[in-house]
C-alpha cells in the first residue's frame, strides 16, 4: 500500500490506492502459488488439485449445509467493520482513513489471541495425540489463565 505514495505522491485517490492493493495482494497470490509448484511440492497432490475428479452432488450438498451457518459469523463480524468504513466515509477521507486504521489494529489484536488459541489447541492436540489426556488438560488449563 506504501508503494502507491511512494510512486504517485501526496495526491493519490482511494481508487488508485485499492487498485494498487489489489495488484499486491494478486502479485503475492501468484507467487505463493507459483513457488512451491515450481520447486515440486506439488507433485504429490497435482491429479488431487489439477486432475479432473468426479463431482459428488451429495457431498457438496452436505459441505454447504454444514458450511453456510458456520461462515454466517465469520461473514456479519467482517462485513461490521468495512459497513462502518462506509458510514465513516459519508463523513469525510480523514474519518474513512482514521476507521481504517483502526480496525487494521483491531487485526492486530484479534489475530494476536488467534495465534495463542491456535497454539494452544496444537499443543493440547500434540498431547493428546501420545496419549497423555492428563498433560492435555494442564495445557489446556495453563492457556486459559
Known amino acids: 500500500p506504501d508503494v502507491a505514495i511512494v510512486v504517485f505522491g501526496r495526491d493519490v485517490t482511494l481508487v488508485l490506492f485499492g487498485l494498487v492493493m489489489l495488484a499486491n495482494q494478486a502479485i503475492f497470490c501468484l507467487v505463493g502459488?507459483?513457488?512451491?509448484?515450481?520447486r515440486g511440492w506439488l507433485t504429490s497432490f497435482k491429479f488431487g488439485i489439477f486432475g479432473i475428479c468426479r463431482l459428488n452432488v451429495s457431498v457438496l450438498n452436505e459441505l454447504f449445509n454444514a458450511a453456510m451457518p458456520l461462515s454466517f459469523g465469520g461473514v456479519l463480524a467482517y462485513a461490521e467493520w468495512e459497513s462502518?468504513?462506509?458510514f465513516a466515509a459519508f463523513?469525510?477521507?480523514?474519518?474513512?482513513?482514521?476507521?481504517?486504521?483502526?480496525?487494521?489494529?483491531?487485526?492486530?489484536?484479534e489475530s494476536t489471541t488467534s495465534a495463542i488459541g491456535d497454539a494452544s489447541e496444537v499443543r493440547c492436540a500434540y498431547h493428546l495425540g501420545k496419549g497423555q489426556p492428563a498433560l492435555a488438560k494442564l495445557s489446556a488449563y495453563k492457556s486459559m489463565f
Open 84 to 86: 462502518l468504513v462506509l
Open 33 to 38: 502459488m507459483l513457488i512451491p509448484y515450481m
Open 91 to 109: 463523513l469525510g477521507p480523514a474519518e474513512a482513513a482514521t476507521w481504517a486504521i483502526i480496525g487494521f489494529v483491531w487485526d492486530v489484536f
